[in-house]
């Protein structure tokens, strides 16, 4: 077998903050290589079609690479255009569709094995984010194709008697594109609420449609069972069967603890299992893995975004180079 390539610095992910690490590894002259399970910027491709950031482009910025969007808020379409223009003009390495297996421990040396090879480093930062494994129901026939956990688009569902399960951001654009394409919306919220998280300037469209009739909404309600046809709901007046042709399950996502955990990682007892780690550094409870971005957060994924971690590339770079 041949040797193992070595690298001051591997860091999981090329989201954007993955690859601000990336950025800042290279400034400061470490050798280091982005590694990704699937494309570039993987959570954004995975956003819906439509989406609209809801932060101004500036804030978005990595590199000092300008982003200039059409509109003030960029979308997806020009965010996944500005991230491979980063990666081109900071020449930045990176291994794509390549998914990080497990990172085996050792103070001055960790063997990172991956679906395509393996690789020693001295240190590794985690910016793994939280979008690739969703809150499931549990509940029978979440497993039907009919059943989605992502939503790209509102053109399948037109005419169609659709679910949308929860209450937060994502479900309430989702129940409202959806409903202005012509689709027969249902909303099922385990809440008493519409979430107070959903941003102020989308929430009283969602009340108003709801409160005329618009959209349908079961609050304080739960999904029991989905079969072809119908989604089958538990409500405070009891159960009902209504006609279902989509159920669209916006029930959040989470952070991957078990990868995480199998490389040592500890956890505080706090209702988000936040990982532990150094605020100055961002080091974790296991010397020299560093964690990034969202991932910081544990299952808090609204405390941590583009905008507000960004400066942990800085801050871990910093420490690994001092090293
Ligand atoms: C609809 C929506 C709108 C948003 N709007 C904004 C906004 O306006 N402003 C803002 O600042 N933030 C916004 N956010 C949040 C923002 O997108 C995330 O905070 C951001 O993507 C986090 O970047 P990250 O690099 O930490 O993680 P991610 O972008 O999630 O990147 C993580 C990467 O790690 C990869 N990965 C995971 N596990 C492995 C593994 N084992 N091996 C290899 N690769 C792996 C994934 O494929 C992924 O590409 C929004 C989020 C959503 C869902």
Redesign the pocket.
């Known amino acids: 077998m041949k040797n193992p390539d070595k690298f001051d610095v591997i860091i999981?992910?090329?989201?954007?903050?993955?690859l601000a690490c990336g950025i800042e590894a290279k400034k400061a002259g470490l050798s280091y290589v982005i590694?990704?399970?699937?494309c570039l910027?993987?959570?954004?491709y995975s956003?819906?079609l439509n989406?609209t950031?809801?932060?101004t482009s500036d804030?978005?910025e990595i590199g000092d690479v300008p982003f200039i969007s059409h509109g003030n808020?960029p979308n997806r379409f020009e965010a996944l255009e500005y991230y491979r223009r980063v990666c081109a003009s900071w020449d930045l390495q990176v291994k794509l569709y390549?998914?990080?297996?497990s990172v085996e421990p050792g103070d001055d040396e960790k063997i990172v094995k991956?679906t395509k090879g393996t690789y020693v480093t001295r240190a590794v930062i985690l910016?793994?984010?939280?979008?690739?494994l969703p809150f499931m129901m549990n509940v029978e026939g979440e497993d039907l194709p009919k059943v989605k956990h992502y939503y790209d688009e509102p053109h399948p569902y037109y005419k169609q008697d659709i679910a949308v399960i929860g209450a937060a951001?994502?479900a309430v654009d989702v129940a409202l594109e959806t409903w202005r394409r012509d689709a027969n919306v249902t909303m099922v919220i385990r809440e008493p609420s519409i979430l107070e998280t959903v941003k102020y300037w989308v929430k009283p469209d969602i009340i108003n449609r709801i409160e005329e009739g618009s959209i349908k909404a079961y609050f304080n309600s739960t999904v029991e069972k989905i079969t072809e046809t119908e989604i089958i709901i538990n409500t405070p007046e009891g159960k009902k069967t209504i006609k279902n042709d989509f159920v669209l399950a916006m029930t959040g996502y989470r952070p991957?603890f078990t990868?995480m955990e199998k490389m040592g990682l500890a956890f505080h007892e706090d209702e988000y299992r936040t990982p532990v780690y150094h605020e100055d550094t961002n080091e974790t409870n296991v010397k020299n893995i560093y964690l990034?971005?969202?991932?910081c957060g544990g299952l808090r994924t609204n405390k941590?975004?583009?905008?507000?971690?960004r400066v942990h590339a800085g801050v871990i770079i910093k420490d690994i180079a001092t090293k």
């Not at 910027?41 to 954004?44: D, E, G, K, T």
């Not at 910016?127 to 690739?132: C, I, L, P, R, V």
């Not at 990034?292 to 991932?295: E, I, P, Q, S, T």
Request: glycine residues 12%.
């Open positions: 999981i992910g090329a989201g954007p903050i993955g590694i990704d399970k699937g910027v993987h959570s954004i956003y819906p989406m950031f809801f932060s804030k978005l808020k390549e998914r990080v297996e991956t910016a793994t984010g939280f979008y690739d951001n994502s991957d990868f990034a971005g969202v991932a941590w975004f583009i905008e507000n971690s």
